[in-house]
């Protein structure tokens, strides 16, 4: 019984000084606490070493393909509002194989991120005041990719990121605030609402009051980016698609959304001279699925000549 004592007192303080020595990388509040590699197939990790949101852990669902490259690619997947990371981790995994990436789902569940703190970011409060910049959800995307880089002594410099609806939605405003983000492409995928590159419309419709310059905007249109919406999501009867006042003036359904928000900022960036390397993508036969969605993004992302990883 004593030798398991002092056992567990030194696992605490092997723990205690890991976590303290992690606070070095005040820039990031990355604190590397397990530094064992992914097993190979699917499995999952509760991530907490974000410093500021350590209370309200994020579970992570993967996938990696046996005998993956080091320089292999990384995929950050944001799911959309029904939290179904699992399903969305499951209709990726075919190209993961296929493809030879290494999928990364974290999941952001609604009791701890309602929309206001995952579609949105987290950036303001339910009282609409503007919160510290490192207690934004926005904020734990670049640490979890190096954490996720240390555990695989990876040599990636960058990332892909792909979200789909309400991920979607976290990606493209992800874009607006960390312009300088390490995404090598990414692809913001049939959102039911957008943010505006419009000073005159309040955030979440709008840049207004949200402290984002001119010099992010044009950061941003200047990146391998591409905005994605499947031909057949048209549905009006969806549930989920938001249907206000102020997002119908964006379009009837995703469809008109989507290509408002592509022409809303090519022509901004027009406007300001600002150098403008979207791309606009529309896949037959695809409605408001995840599912459907998967094989073409896949395919936009890989079947090219230029594989950045």
């Known amino acids: 019984m004593k030798t398991k004592i002092h056992f567990n007192s030194c696992l605490i303080l092997l723990f205690f000084f890991g976590i303290t020595g992690g606070l070095k990388h005040d820039t990031l509040y990355a604190q590397?606490?397990?530094n064992a590699p992914l097993q190979d197939g699917l499995g999952e990790f509760?991530?907490?070493d974000y410093e500021p949101l350590k209370d309200r852990p994020i579970t992570v669902y993967y996938y990696k393909p046996k005998n993956l490259p080091k320089d292999a690619p990384v995929m950050i997947l944001m799911h959309g509002n029904s939290r179904a990371a699992?399903?969305?981790r499951k209709s990726m995994v075919p190209y993961a194989e296929q493809y030879k990436f290494l999928l990364i789902v974290p999941k952001f569940s609604a009791e701890l991120y309602p929309s206001i703190d995952y579609?949105?970011?987290g950036v303001f409060d339910k009282n609409g005041k503007m919160k510290e910049r490192k207690d934004w959800t926005f904020s734990v995307i670049e640490p979890l990719f190096d954490y996720v880089v240390h555990k695989e002594n990876k040599t990636n410099k960058g990332y892909i990121l792909y979200g789909?609806?309400?991920?979607?939605?976290f990606v493209h405003?992800?874009?607006?605030?960390?312009?300088?983000?390490?995404?090598?492409?990414?692809?913001?995928?049939?959102?039911?609402?957008?943010?505006?590159?419009?000073y005159n419309a309040d955030y979440k419709y709008g840049l207004g009051s949200s402290k984002v310059s001119l010099e992010n905007l044009k950061s941003v249109f200047g990146k391998d980016y591409t905005v994605v919406v499947g031909e057949d999501d048209s549905v009006l009867s969806r549930k989920d698609l938001p249907k206000d006042v102020l997002v119908s003036r964006q379009g009837r359904d995703r469809v008109e959304r989507a290509m408002h928000f592509y022409l809303n900022a090519k022509q901004f960036a027009n406007d300001k001279r600002d150098p403008f390397t979207w791309k606009f993508e529309m896949p037959e036969g695809v409605g408001h699925s995840q599912a459907e969605m998967a094989?073409?993004?896949?395919?936009m992302l890989f079947d090219k000549e230029d594989k950045e990883n």
């Open 32 to 34: 590397q606490t397990n």
């Open 46 to 48: 509760v991530y907490t």
């Open 86 to 88: 699992l399903n969305y």
């Open 119 to 121: 579609h949105q970011g």
């Open 164 to 169: 789909f609806s309400a991920g979607a939605q």
């Open 173 to 198: 405003r992800y874009s607006w605030f960390f312009p300088n983000n390490r995404a090598l492409k990414t692809i913001t995928a049939s959102a039911g609402s957008y943010t505006m590159p419009d």
């Open 295 to 299: 094989g073409p993004v896949a395919r």
